[in-house]
Nanobody, 120 residues
Framework: QVQLVESGGGLVQAGGSLRLSCAAS????????MGWYRQAPGKQRELVAT???????NYADSVKGRFTISRDNAKNTVYLQMNSLKPEDTAVYYC??????????????WGQGTQVTVSS
């Protein structure tokens, strides 16, 4: 019954900022890597940023220097701070995480997505 729920999407002007949140809930023993992906209409889903547990952050070249991924392990939440937004950032943003229940086996989960629209 693990769920990932995204929030924080919306409409913003180019150059503006948004902060996305993704909270994991349910039967959670441990969370490993968490990340954000995005998919624009007619395009392939792409990685935006990842933050492994205890590891360094990783970013797509297209967002490096503008986006910041972080996590709050106590809240089982991952964030994506998006600054200097561009119209090409418009997409549905999906949260992703590897989560283990009390079986201690990790499974990959996806959120249902949150729409980010950047107007020019």
């Amino acid at each position: 019954q693990v769920q990932l729920v995204e929030s924080g999407g919306g409409l913003v002007q180019a150059g503006g900022s948004l902060r996305l949140s993704c909270a994991a809930s349910g039967n959670i023993f441990s969370i490993n890597a968490m990340g954000w992906y995005r998919q624009a209409p007619g395009k392939q889903r792409e990685l935006v940023a990842t933050i492994p547990s205890g590891g360094s952050t990783n970013y797509a070249d297209s967002v490096k220097g503008r986006f910041t991924i972080s996590r709050d392990n106590a809240k089982n939440t991952v964030y994506l701070q998006m600054n200097s937004l561009k119209p090409e950032d418009t997409a549905v943003y999906y949260c992703n995480a590897y989560i283990a229940g009390y079986s201690r086996l990790y499974y990959n989960y996806w959120g249902q997505g949150t729409q980010v629209t950047v107007s020019s």
